[in-house]
């Protein structure tokens, strides 16, 4: 919403030097600047009449995409954010690396030791953010803290140590320095914008109502573009004018708020005309309807979209209309409930319904119409009746068409919130970055669903899209660095291991007890964890026999099979049974899904399979002893 003292800033004419300059845009019809005589029209008896809006004809939803339902979500995500632009952060951000180490003016920069990031490594910074918004703590420094294991995920903490998050998180750069960041601030973020609103055009065409609104992007540090909204959410912050689908959220266009007094308006189209006409680009002719608020709607607007082939619905104040006497006289005299209409030159109808207040909403493409609308009763006009209650209601088409459709900017922000990261920076293109990359990841769930949808597959929830995409975003880097990812693969690499250790000591075994036959038990040379050399056998006991018995004693953890008197696979884990004693009388001993399969023992996966090894070690050290 805005105030008089801003449309009268907004409404401020051209000098006349501008408006005589040339253009190729279509001329467009002007409305007097004096009172506009509105005339007042009865029922409509031609409701049925075609409208002069063209049809909508356009295949709405996923457009040049040959991806399906199985493909991984980093498929979907690449279309909206590709790999190249990925890239490019990876180098710019390099470069503005190097470029803080050699400043001599910033001496707190020279601790800074830069190892130039990889596109694995990139991505895997990337899966991290996602990360941080499913997991949120207080601060980030928790992450790392290891004074608890309760605020610690330790997949964090191995593929990045907090000092080397914090050099990327404070290096981000999204702009060649050499050439796009000397032209003016709002070239930071261009390249980011550019590429995720373009791409969000090409493989997705929306359907054929759209909403117009501002969003806002929290953020108190220092820049020229950032506005106090005492009336929104977010008071402080970015403000960003945003075209989506009203009924999914879908970001068609996206533009940030520029406070530059050299942006000029063209052709006597006002400031909020001028950000309407940038947002719609692309969209002419095409039967599309814009729904927006009063702090769009003027007269001459509405016009221009007419001549475009674009339908526009919106409120608008009462001071926009250009009101003569006459018809001021009859709004005033509206009662409670009833509905009037007025025209001006058969291009815009003007519906005033009055509910509580008096409802202005004006539209270039609806007729006149009434709908009869089931809603709730309010408060003050309930009865003592319980159970909720509920009334009919007469009110203009274009009414419930505006707040049907109304919402998309409002469903976006809704979505977005849910995983926000709450990660402070002083950098107003990170803030802008990070939400950005949240769109560029609502816009491809969204082409997903799509294709769920018409392929008759139920598609992934939100959460479960963000956490295949963060596994997807951080395999490159896990494989790298030889990180299991989940508790199955633990196990099977574990157990792996286990086999080749097996393996390894059952070999030195054989040579062992193959030299103590020959005699030359003294050039030995083979290690292991029981080292059968030392093995002084007195008596009928065969060597063989009792390497035998002690590959017999070797551990494997496994899962534990189903049974059929059990409904569970679940068993108390037999290590922390026996600890008990040191534990408190209220702590209920732990539930295990794995086992030793060689001794059916059930132990916990971290902590007690180690410490099940070493007792089972320990026998086998009593038996050696015993046979010594």
Same mark, same amino acid.
């Given at each position: 919403m805005c105030t008089e %003292?801003?449309?009268?800033?907004?409404?401020?004419?051209?000098?006349?030097?501008?408006?005589?300059?040339?253009?190729?845009?279509?001329e467009f019809q002007k409305f007097p600047k004096e009172k506009i005589d509105w005339i007042r029209t009865l029922k409509d008896p031609n409701t049925r009449s075609k409208s002069w809006l063209p049809d909508f004809q356009a295949s709405a939803g996923p457009q040049h995409c040959t991806l399906t339902p199985t493909s991984d979500p980093i498929d979907f995500f690449f279309l909206i954010v590709p790999e190249d632009l990925i890239e490019g952060i990876c180098r710019w951000t390099n470069a503005q690396a190097k470029v803080r180490i050699k400043n001599p003016l910033r001496i707190k920069q020279k601790r800074l030791k830069w190892g130039d990031m990889t596109i694995s490594e990139m991505k895997a910074f990337l899966g991290i953010i996602f990360t941080m918004t499913i997991v949120r703590l207080p601060n980030s420094e928790m992450f790392w803290n290891q004074n608890s294991r309760l605020f610690n995920p330790p997949g964090i903490r191995d593929l990045f140590s907090e000092q080397r998050f914090s050099d990327i998180f404070t290096s981000l750069c999204f702009c060649d320095l050499e050439t796009d960041a000397k032209k003016n601030r709002h070239t930071k973020i261009e390249a980011?914008?550019?590429?995720?609103?373009?791409?969000?055009?090409?493989?997705?065409?929306?359907n054929k109502n759209l909403s117009l609104d501002e969003s806002m992007i929290a953020f108190k540090g220092r820049c020229a573009d950032k506005v106090f909204m005492p009336q929104k959410p977010i008071r402080h912050g970015m403000k960003?004018?945003?075209l989506c689908e009203s009924d999914t959220g879908y970001v068609v266009n996206w533009a940030l708020h520029i406070k530059d007094k050299k942006d000029k308006a063209q052709a006597d #189209?006002?400031?909020? &005309?001028?950000? *309407?006409?940038?947002?719609?680009?692309?969209?002419?002719? $095409?039967?599309?309807? *814009?729904?927006?608020?009063?702090?769009?709607?003027?007269?001459?607007?509405?016009?221009?979209? =007419?001549?475009?082939?674009?339908?526009?619905?919106?409120?608008?104040?009462?001071n926009r209309l250009h009101l003569d006497d006459k018809s001021a006289k009859l709004i005033q005299d509206i009662k409670s409930g009833e509905i009037r209409y007025f025209q001006y030159s058969n291009d815009l109808r003007l519906a005033v319904w009055k509910d509580t207040k008096l409802v202005f909403v004006l539209s270039n493409f609806h007729k006149q119409e009434d709908i009869e609308v089931e809603r709730r009763v309010r408060k003050k006009e309930r009865s003592d009746e319980p159970g909720e209650q509920k009334e009919k209601v007469m009110m203009p088409k274009c009414v419930f068409e505006y707040t049907h459709n109304m919402g998309g900017v409002d469903t976006l922000d809704q979505l977005l919130a849910y995983y926000e990261l709450n990660k402070r920076s002083r950098k107003w293109t990170v803030k802008v970055f990070l939400h950005l990359l949240e769109i560029g990841f609502f816009n491809s769930y969204i082409i997903y669903s799509k294709i769920c949808q018409t392929s008759n597959v139920n598609p992934l929830s939100r959460l479960d899209f963000r956490k295949n995409l963060?596994? #997807?975003?951080?395999? $490159?880097?896990?494989?790298?660095?030889?990180?299991?990812?989940?508790?199955?693969?633990?196990?099977?690499?574990?157990?792996?291991?286990?086999?080749?250790?097996? $393996?390894?000591?059952?070999?030195?075994?054989?040579?062992?007890?193959? &030299?103590?036959?020959?005699?030359?038990? &003294?050039?030995? $040379?083979?290690?292991?964890?029981?080292?059968?050399?030392?093995?002084?056998?007195?008596? &009928?006991?065969?060597?063989?026999?009792?390497?035998?018995?002690?590959?017999?004693?070797?551990?494997?953890?496994?899962?534990?099979?189903?049974?059929?008197? =059990? !409904?569970?696979?679940?068993?108390?884990?037999? *290590?922390?049974?026996?600890?008990?004693?040191?534990?408190? !009388?209220?702590? %209920?001993?732990?539930?295990?899904?794995?086992?030793?399969?060689t001794h059916g023992v059930p132990v916990c996966i971290v902590g007690c399979y180690d410490s099940h090894r070493k007792s089972i070690m320990k026998i086998i050290t009593a038996k050696r002893i015993k046979f010594d």
């Open positions: %003292s801003e449309d009268s800033s907004f409404d401020a004419e051209l000098s006349p030097e501008e408006s005589s300059e040339e253009s190729d845009e279509p980011i914008s550019h590429a995720i609103i373009s791409n969000s055009q090409i493989f997705y065409t929306p960003a004018y945003v #189209n006002k400031r909020t &005309q001028q950000i *309407v006409m940038k947002l719609i680009e692309g969209l002419e002719g $095409e039967g599309y309807c *814009v729904f927006m608020d009063r702090y769009y709607s003027t007269l001459q607007l509405f016009l221009d979209l =007419k001549t475009l082939g674009i339908g526009a619905c919106a409120t608008i104040q009462q963060i596994r #997807n975003l951080l395999s $490159e880097k896990r494989n790298e660095l030889n990180i299991p990812t989940t508790a199955k693969k633990v196990v099977k690499r574990r157990s792996e291991k286990h086999e080749e250790e097996k $393996e390894s000591r059952n070999n030195a075994a054989r040579k062992e007890s193959s &030299q103590d036959f020959k005699g030359s038990s &003294q050039n030995s $040379e083979a290690k292991s964890k029981i080292d059968i050399s030392e093995l002084r056998i007195e008596g &009928q006991i065969d060597v063989s026999e009792l390497i035998t018995e002690i590959c017999k004693d070797d551990c494997q953890l496994e899962k534990i099979p189903k049974q059929e008197y =059990k !409904k569970t696979k679940l068993l108390r884990c037999e *290590v922390c049974k026996t600890s008990s004693k040191e534990r408190n !009388k209220s702590d %209920s001993i732990p539930q295990t899904s794995y086992w030793c399969s």
